[in-house]
């Protein structure tokens, strides 16, 4: 009787779904986590921590030094305020993105970047 050449394949394909499976469920826990440690720096007003401009990161760049947007690195704090508050026509920059001390918070953190 010869071995059957099929059976290390079924043994890998059943160790890679478990291997996915445990991975998922470590996901799982480390998402609640995340989003813990999200919440709680916006809610605390972290005045203009990194959290605060993760809306920034998708069109600046991760940097802020710009990237389908242009850089932000430089800019003068009431001009952010202004752009945040106001937005800026035909751009995705929309009024009323964000408003007052929040947008006030992510001025100056943007501000004071070099």
Do not use: W
């Not at 993760?54 to 069109?59: D, E, F, L, P, V």
């Not at 704090?77 to 995705?92: K, Y």
Request: with cysteine; net charge negative; charged share 20%.
């Amino acid at each position: 009787m010869k071995n059957n050449p099929i059976v290390p394949y079924i043994l890998i394909m059943a160790f890679g779904i478990a291997l996915i499976f445990f991975m998922s469920l470590d996901g799982v826990g480390k998402q609640a986590e995340l989003a813990e440690g999200e919440h709680g720096t916006t809610e605390e007003g972290a005045g203009g921590d990194e959290a605060l401009v993760q809306a920034c990161i998708g069109c600046h760049g991760g940097d802020l030094k710009g990237g389908t947007g242009p850089s932000l690195v430089g800019l003068d704090a009431d001009h952010i305020v202004d752009v945040l508050e106001n937005g800026i026509e035909g751009t995705p920059m929309t009024p009323g993105l964000k408003t007052g001390d929040e947008a006030r918070a992510i001025a100056e953190y943007i501000s004071s970047l070099e």
